[in-house]
């Protein structure tokens, strides 16, 4: 008879006949339980176990549900003989070849190995941007507005959706729109699994391999992802102080035909800078001469620093030429997966069923408890609190840069946002100033990722929003020294 | 000064200071409060609405957070002079052109118009599939589990992921795949928004324009969406009482290369057929002859109603040439849009980081509950009920067929899956007979959605698992009694 080794853990929240289950499903996989064989009678085992015969059959049962194992009546209970029918592992050389069947759409595309790591452990600081401080989070207004998703809404959500989302949802995002000066209503506008795969939409309906696609540089890595993999040519338009450099942009456009332009006006990713009113008439104008739309991508409107906002250039675009894209990745957490696209109706219906075709919709609950959070005004009080320390973060990121960094560093006070672009000096050897951050736990994206051309190795993006002030503090001035003891030249003196 | 007519609702959820915010917001929609407009000092309107001066000030404020209006210091409060920058509607003729922008590759296909319309109201029997019955979902444990993961989860939920997916969901759903005989730990698993998502997945890392796909017929109609929008050519292959016809295959694949089979083996979609065992030999024989991938689709694999079931196409796969595909939409809701791939790890690589180009990854508290009802066993309970509850709807689907169809009316019971293929008889005016049921309230898709070739006009795929069994007779008795209303032809005698 089996030797049958399990020890009960009373103390788990897993039930005992599932830690039965468990064990016994294990011997299985392991080959210690073989097909055919007979389990021991429950009565038998109940008594060697010490358990309840009851636990065990319940165990058997639901082994005989996920079909581990059969029951004949009167006979017992045996493996499952048609389970077992995996071998280990493929016989050497006979792997399946799976490179010469990848599209050629796809083949040319590298495999970022750094997406595929996780990022060493401990980080101590982290400073990479594109992420919010878990400390921050309101979890009580989540665990609310999940809890009456599910007991009030979810007979209305449990089955397919709409291709533009949850309308309750779409409602809610229009009326909250107004903020930003952006008149429309629920039809003008369609849910997307967070910002990134609006971007993705819009290049899968409007690019063709080989189109010219406008980007900021430095500029958005989310976007160069996304156009590369839809096989845009991109062209890097610079950023100065007052954002997307429309003189360069104005020569592009009267040399060659050019698809889309990108950009993010409202604090231009990653510098932060918010587009200037002259440009964004400029831009608005070199869109309208050559009939080209602009994707406008207002990630992080909900924050700015200085000034008064502008409002979005969707608020100055009497033809429906500007698709303009939100994201509640800044307000609430990446991890929601949610944003939205406001477009012109004939290009957001090619939209929302391109996103139909492709995973039939987002979320439901998570679009329920969203709407509930926008319209409880507690999505409004989180973003308003979130203000206070973002601006209080970014001042002591400002004032630790000034006091720590080696002279010669440039940086700008971001006017909106989530991060100060931070440029070293000359005679820092980069390299090894990287090397020695990362070794150290302190987690920072390396400039080079916004550029197309290998460009920015010497900057430093510095998300100010994952921790509080005095540890922003102590981080920059790790960063400082290490740069300090990476200086290639002394000062003369 | 303003006439302010607003009423306080003293029973609604929504704060006044909220409401009285929405009305002014909506105010300044209508522009009866035009731009540069002086706002009632927060006192004088307390006076006036019997409100406290402290709800109108922290209306005003979050007005002010919104960009609504301004605040000067000592001189009042304004509507801001930005915020309605947005003209009413463009002026005639001045539309952008967007049709002639949309990209080659999306141009030619279709826009689905049914896909837009909402489905006609009141639906009074609902027969379509891909659904589930709201009254049966595990809303406790739903609750709990989210819960959970807000409280408990949040802070590691909350920043970017894995692009592989949440690794304890991935972990869970590998110990889970030990009841379908699929051994494979979390790196063999990613996961995917549904099971739709991994075909688009997989359609976009291997097809090619033009590349031949075999699909089922009748089959998959989100397969032929998928496949349809990567412009690969679609092979139909007949489906008989033994799932896909590998004998049709075989002719198919000597005359011509074929990029991939697509199959739904446990409960063929729509027939609900099991592939027999000969016909998984035949097929995994010819793959391996061809050296093509097979994409098993086991969207359905947890109900079945007659045999014990087969174990996955994926349990014979030593080479790793078979692409699984598993989806939690019904086993829990298609709303909840979580699915997942098990595939050679090169291939699954490369579908991970296309999706991770594509939308950055699934709702995080979605994955971390489903983890959680997995874990506990939940799930495995719920759908232990919903096992039973669907073999009684079956049942009871069959034995109303049998009794209320007109004669002739071709069906076979469903050994898995949760519809039957109901094929009217030839002398049923199929068109009449949709646009009766349909002006009835009662939901169903016509049968030609399933094919490629237009056939199936007169089929009748019925899902059995949206009502109880008093009421799904209720409904096949009515449909019954439309289609003998439309026979075109009288029984002689």
Chains 1, 2 share one sequence.
Request: proline share 7%; glycine share 8%; aromatic share 6%.
């Amino acid at each position: 008879m089996l030797d049958v080794a399990f020890q009960p853990d009373r103390s788990a929240a897993e039930p005992i006949y599932r830690q039965l289950g468990s064990y016994l499903r294990a011997l299985v996989a392991a080959g210690r339980l073989v097909p055919g064989e007979k389990l021991p009678a429950s009565r038998e085992l109940a008594l060697s176990l010490g358990l309840s015969r009851n636990t065990v059959n319940q165990a058997y049962q639901s082994l005989i549900d996920a079909n581990v194992v059969v029951s004949h009546v009167g006979q017992g209970t045996f493996v499952a003989s048609r389970v077992a029918a995996s071998p280990e592992a493929p016989p050497a050389g006979r792997a399946f070849a799976w490179e010469g069947l990848v599209a050629r759409r796809t083949r040319a595309l590298e495999i970022p190995e750094a997406l595929l790591r996780p990022a060493p452990e401990p980080i101590r600081f982290e400073f990479r941007g594109g992420r919010v401080d878990p400390e921050l989070l309101p979890r009580t207004a989540l665990r609310r507005s999940y809890a009456r998703a599910i007991s009030a809404q979810l007979p209305d959500l449990a089955n397919p959706l709409d291709p533009f989302g949850w309308r309750p949802l779409r409602e809610a995002i229009a009326r909250s729109l107004l903020a930003r000066g952006i008149r429309c209503d629920a039809d003008d506008v369609a849910i997307t699994s967070g910002a990134q795969h609006a971007l993705e939409l819009v290049a899968r309906v409007l690019i063709d391999p080989g189109d010219a696609v406008a980007l900021e540089q430095p500029g958005y890595f989310g976007a160069s992802l996304v156009f590369g993999a839809a096989r845009a040519q991109p062209i890097g338009i610079e950023v100065d102080d007052e954002g997307l450099r429309t003189d360069q942009l104005a020569r592009v456009l009267n040399r060659r035909r050019v698809k889309l332009v990108y950009t993010t006006p409202s604090a231009q990713s990653p510098t932060g800078v918010a587009l200037s009113d002259a440009r964004r008439s400029a831009l608005l104008e070199l869109a309208d001469a050559h009939q080209i739309p602009v994707l406008e991508d207002d990630y992080d409107s909900e924050f700015r620093y200085e000034d008064p906002p502008r409002p979005a250039l969707k608020t100055r675009d009497p033809a429906g030429q500007v698709i303009y894209v939100g994201t509640f990745s800044k307000a609430l957490f990446p991890g929601l997966r949610l944003g939205y696209v406001v477009a012109a109706r004939p290009l957001l219906t090619r939209l929302a069923l391109a996103r139909f075709r492709g995973d039939f919709g987002s979320d439901a609950l998570a679009q329920a408890a969203l709407a509930q959070l926008i319209e409880s005004g507690a999505l409004e009080r989180h973003v308003r609190g979130l203000r206070r320390h973002y601006a209080a973060r970014r001042d002591a990121m400002l004032e630790a840069l000034a006091a720590h960094m080696p002279e010669g560093t440039r940086f700008r006070p971001p006017q909106g946002g989530h991060a100060v672009w931070v440029e070293l000096p000359a005679d820092v050897d980069s390299d090894a100033f990287f090397e020695s951050m990362f070794a150290a736990g302190i987690a920072a994206a390396r400039g080079d990722f916004a550029y197309l051309d290998g460009r920015g190795r010497g900057c430093l993006p510095l998300a100010f929003v994952n921790h509080p002030p005095e540890r922003i503090a102590r981080g920059i001035a790790e960063i400082g020294a290490i740069a300090k003891r990476h200086r290639t030249r002394r000062k003369s003196a």
